[in-house]
Structures are given as C-alpha cells and as structure tokens.
C-alpha cells in the first residue's frame, strides 16, 4: 500500500516557526517529485512549493519566498517544509503530493498520484 502522511502542525504566533514533515511509506520517495499545498477554510486549495526528484530543485510560490525551505532527506523517506516568519495568512491544512519522477514543471495543476490527509497550522495571536 502506498501511503504519505504529514505531521508537525499546530498553533503559533505571527513571527513564529513549524516544521512540517511528509513521510511516505510502500514508495521511495527519494524517486518521487514531493509538492505542499494548503487550504484555508472556505477558499480553494494553493500550491506552496515543490521539489524535485532528480536534482532537489525547487519551486517557491512568491507569497512563501524567503519565509519557507523545502528539503528531502532520501534515507529516511522524508520531506521538510521548514516555515519561518509565519502570517495569520498562512493558516490552513496543509496537504504533501507526490509523483514519480520528473521535475516541478506545472506542478500547481498537475493531478497528483499520491496525497496525504493533512496537517493543520494555525498563525494567531
């Protein structure tokens, strides 16, 4: 069975830190483009970033540059999504999507093979 899970969310105020992690088990993920999405209640779902699975290139949405880092670490079948500086406007469930292969070229509107059920982040003061 395929399965990617995150975890790490939770409550925080403006300015402060979460790591996020996706994990995934009956795939190598190390072999596999990883992505993060968010969705905030009652809006559409947004793409965040993306890394790759060739290279570990990635893919920043503006709104995130400079705040969020992306990183793989292969051997232990994880993603990262460090998140620093958060905004109240980063509030959401935030979901990681994987694919075999390939880079981040339209990743925003691709459909994903492989989705977890999400984790919550909350920014409040």
């Known amino acids: 069975q395929v399965q990617v899970a995150e975890s790490g969310g939770g409550v925080v105020r403006p300015g402060g830190s979460l790591r996020l992690s996706c994990v995934a088990s009956g795939l190598p993920l190390g072999y596999y483009v990883v992505a993060w999405f968010r969705q905030a209640p009652g809006k559409e779902r947004e793409g965040v970033s993306c890394i790759s699975s060739s290279d570990f290139s990635t893919d920043y949405k503006d709104f995130v540059k400079g705040r969020f880092t992306l990183t793989r670490d292969n051997a232990r079948n994880t993603v990262f999504l460090q998140m620093n500086d958060l905004k109240p406007e980063d509030t959401g469930v935030y979901f990681c999507?994987?694919?075999?292969?390939?880079?981040?070229?339209?990743?925003?509107?691709?459909?994903?093979?492989?989705w977890g059920q999400g984790t919550q982040v909350t920014v409040s003061t």
């Open positions: 999507a994987a694919d075999p292969y390939g880079d981040c070229s339209g990743w925003e509107t691709v459909s994903w093979d492989h």
